[in-house]
T-cell receptor, first 107, second 116 residues
Framework: KNEVEQSPQNLTAQEGEFITINCSYSVGISALHWLQQHPGGGIVSLFMLSSGKKKHGRLIATINIQEKHSSLHITASHPRDSAVYICAVDTGNQFYFGTGTSLTVIP | GAVVSQHPSRVICKSGTSVKIECRSLDFQATTMFWYRQFPKQSLMLMATSNEGSKATYEQGVEKDKFLINHASLTLSTLTVTSAHPEDSSFYIC????????????FGSGTRLTVV
């Protein structure tokens, strides 16, 4: 069993749709990261969370520490949001990564 | 499936020595692997992209002579930190591109390098 599970693995959406990506983890963490990775490999850090909720533009990330679950929401999705979204948890000693959610937003 | 093994997980070395970090895709072939570095409380930074059988492509500001990358086979890429200094102490992570089946990226578990 992986320490970090993401769902869905693949997601196709129409432009404008509301998108949710889920992340569950099984280890104790000091922080959870949501990352966006484009085909070239470069990673953009979207959020670093240790509790509650954060919002940046059309992106919202929430975390429930008791349930060991986090969600990434994208409102009014756009084709430029197409990328792989990765959930990663930092235990303080080590990172564990989800396998990513490949998002395609169709115009 | 799609497992990447990174070794070692932790290493402490003396200043001036070299350290090699290995990244292996265990059950798939990875023509492309990526190396990242993470400074404390910051996100991952892409250092270089390594393609099997060819020279790595380094990101701007990354010293190619200091961070030697070799991708000699479809399942193994290595990062060698040469003449390490304390400022090289960091967390290094590799990822391998899954180009068939479940496309995306699989990450290694990282290597924490401490240079003393």
């Amino acid at each position: 069993k992986n320490e970090v599970e993401q769902s869905p693995q693949n997601l196709t959406a129409q432009e404008g749709e509301f998108i949710t990506i889920n992340c569950s983890y099984s280890v104790g963490i000091s922080a959870l990261h949501w990352l966006q990775q484009h085909p070239g490999g470069g990673i953009v850090s979207l959020f670093m969370l240790s509790s509650g909720k954060k919002k940046h533009g059309r992106l919202i990330a929430t975390i429930n520490i008791q349930e060991k679950h986090s969600s990434l929401h994208i409102t009014a999705s756009h084709p430029r949001d197409s990328a792989v979204y990765i959930c990663a948890v930092d235990t303080g000693n080590q990172f564990y990564f989800g396998t990513g959610t490949s998002l395609t937003v169709i115009p | 499936g799609a497992v990447v093994s990174q070794h070692p997980s932790r290493v402490i070395c003396k200043s001036g020595t070299s350290v090699k970090i290995e990244c292996r895709s265990l059950d798939f072939q990875a023509t492309t692997m990526f190396w990242y570095r993470q400074f404390p409380k910051q996100s991952l930074m892409l250092m270089a992209t390594s393609n099997e059988g060819s020279k790595a492509t380094y990101e701007q500001g990354v010293e190619k002579d200091k961070f030697l990358i070799n991708h000699a086979s479809l399942t193994l890429s290595t990062l060698t930190v040469t003449s390490a200094h304390p400022e090289d102490s960091s967390f290094y992570i590799c990822s391998a591109a899954r180009e068939t089946g479940l496309r995306g990226y699989t990450f290694g578990s990282g290597t924490r390098l401490t240079v003393v």
